[in-house]
């Protein structure tokens, strides 16, 4: 919850940026959006840019940003989008650091955080069951939503941590939580430890399935760990792995098994040997946070500072600043059914259109851009 305080007739806000203090007085701004009853803060800095901004902040803690340059205020979707999702309705979902979820059902953006009954403000997965169920994995928690009310897991129900990292259903429709100390799998009825061997408190950070049915965890520090069915494997730096520290892995549609690390930047495994991008051979920055295989089969991934770089046929084009994507910190890449391509991040939610990047706002646009 973001809190504001009033000192020496300052106005002091305490966002996850750090703090902002604004010394003129507050105006109340109206709008036309029912999700938005924004209160405005004429001037403020950040300790950490330094650059002239306009905040708004409503109940949900929302905020537009305001561009010096062009006069042109944001009314962000989120400030920071980390995941992006679209349910068997073709709604989207929009998971955000601190202020919950949000859906866009192609007339009305919705909000969901913890006064809806969500387990957390900070959602960082989310997959959908066989029944249409939505399962977020939040820092309280996983909460199930039946589109009617949330219900929640917590380490009350089985989960080895409330922080949970990662959510994922597989093949055979198990879904399995990856959080803070250790891996869990849900029975029906609650969650239950599924200890990896050597490890069983390793924070598992991603989830995925090959073609063949075997499951992939990425952990913090101890690699990767496929499991068949019946039991783990583990491969690490030891086996060609460019780095232990986990943070995105992808299987995909060729059989390959990529990873995307902290500090090694992106390995492609082909089930024998690997292959590396990095620094070293052109990517900006070895910390690799998401990785995407979209419907032509082209593998997208990020680089922290950076922004996107895809892999097509062999060769990688880096998409940033330059092509209208701003976002130096991408944490989700995502193409829906009808072929829009979205990318979230620590700048709010942009679309691809084709070789440019236009920002998604609470206003759009949702459509053709």
Request: charged share 20%.
């Amino acid at each position: 919850m973001t809190k504001k305080f009033l000192l020496q007739k300052s106005y002091f806000l305490l966002l996850s940026i750090g703090l902002i203090t604004a010394c003129s007085k507050q105006e109340k701004s109206s709008s036309k959006n029912k999700n938005t009853d924004l209160t405005k803060v004429p001037a403020a800095k950040t300790a950490s840019t330094q650059e002239i901004v306009t905040l708004y902040a409503d109940e949900n803690s929302f905020w537009s940003t305001f561009d010096k340059h062009e006069n042109i205020k944001y009314p962000q979707v989120s400030e920071y989008v980390r995941r992006i999702f679209q349910d068997q309705k073709g709604h989207l979902w929009f998971a955000s650091n601190a202020v919950g979820v949000s859906r866009y059902d192609g007339d009305t953006l919705s909000y969901f955080s913890i006064n809806e009954g969500l387990s957390g403000a900070q959602v960082t997965g989310i997959t959908e069951d066989k029944e249409g169920n939505l399962w977020f994995s939040t820092n309280g928690g996983v909460s199930k939503y039946d589109g009617k009310a949330f219900t929640n897991y917590t380490s009350k129900n089985g989960l080895r941590s409330n922080r949970v990292w990662s959510i994922f259903q597989d093949s055979h429709g198990t879904i399995w939580a990856g959080t803070t100390k250790g891996l869990c799998r849900y029975d029906g009825n609650k969650f239950n430890p599924f200890p990896i061997p050597n490890f069983p408190n390793s924070i598992v950070r991603s989830i995925t399935e090959d073609n063949k049915g075997n499951l992939w965890f990425g952990t913090d520090g101890q690699g990767i760990y496929k499991y068949n069915g019946d039991s783990f494997s583990v491969i690490t730096q030891k086996d060609g792995l460019s780095d232990n520290n986990v943070l995105s892995i992808l299987a995909d549609s060729k059989g390959n098994i990529w990873i995307g690390t902290r500090f090694g930047g992106l390995s492609r495994y082909d089930g024998i040997s690997f292959s590396h991008y990095s620094v070293e051979n052109g990517i900006g920055n070895n910390e690799v946070c998401t990785i995407y295989e979209d419907k032509s089969g082209n593998v997208w991934f990020s680089s922290e500072g950076f922004g996107i770089y895809r892999y097509k046929e062999g060769t990688i084009t880096n998409f940033s600043k330059q092509e209208g994507l701003p976002i130096r910190a991408v944490q989700s890449i995502f193409e829906d059914k009808e072929g829009r391509f979205w990318i979230g991040g620590g700048d709010g939610l942009y679309r691809k259109a084709g070789k440019s990047f236009t920002k998604i706002t609470i206003n759009g646009p949702w459509e053709n851009c």
